[in-house]
């Protein structure tokens, strides 16, 4: 069975990091595409940074290009998104999801989910 799990999540102020863990049960992060997603209430789930397993490369969303960054340690099998530079905007339910083929940003592509951490960021 398929398991993701997000953590790392916490009140934040403006400026300031996080670093988000994900971490995979029964599938290799090294064998798939990974992205991570977010949701703030009342507003739909958008992407926000992906590493597309079939070319290599990690693409991110223009909203958090150059402060966010997407990392993986197979050895772990755990996924990272370090979050620098935060932005009130940037408060939301944070997710990670995989999918077999090339990543997208699209949320309904993607076929495990974890169950999403919080992330506060206050001015």
């Known amino acids: 069975q398929v398991q993701l799990v997000e953590s790392g999540g916490g009140l934040v102020q403006s400026g300031g990091s996080l670093r988000l863990s994900c971490v995979a049960s029964?599938?290799?992060?090294?064998?798939?595409?990974i992205a991570w997603f977010r949701q703030a209430p009342g507003q739909e789930r958008e992407g926000v940074a992906c590493?597309?397993?079939?070319?290599?490369?990690?693409y991110y969303a223009d909203e958090v290009e150059g402060r966010f960054t997407m990392s993986r340690d197979n050895q772990k099998n755990t996924a990272y998104l370090q979050m620098n530079s935060l932005k009130p905007e940037d408060t939301a339910v944070y997710y990670c999801?995989?999918?077999?083929?090339?990543?997208?940003?699209?949320?309904?592509?993607?076929?495990?989910w974890g169950r999403g951490t919080q992330v506060t960021v206050s001015s």
């Open positions: 590493f597309d397993n079939s070319d290599g490369n990690t």
């Open positions: 999801a995989t999918r077999d083929t090339a990543a997208t940003m699209m949320w309904y592509h993607y076929t495990h």
């Open positions: 029964g599938l290799r992060l090294d064998y798939v595409s």
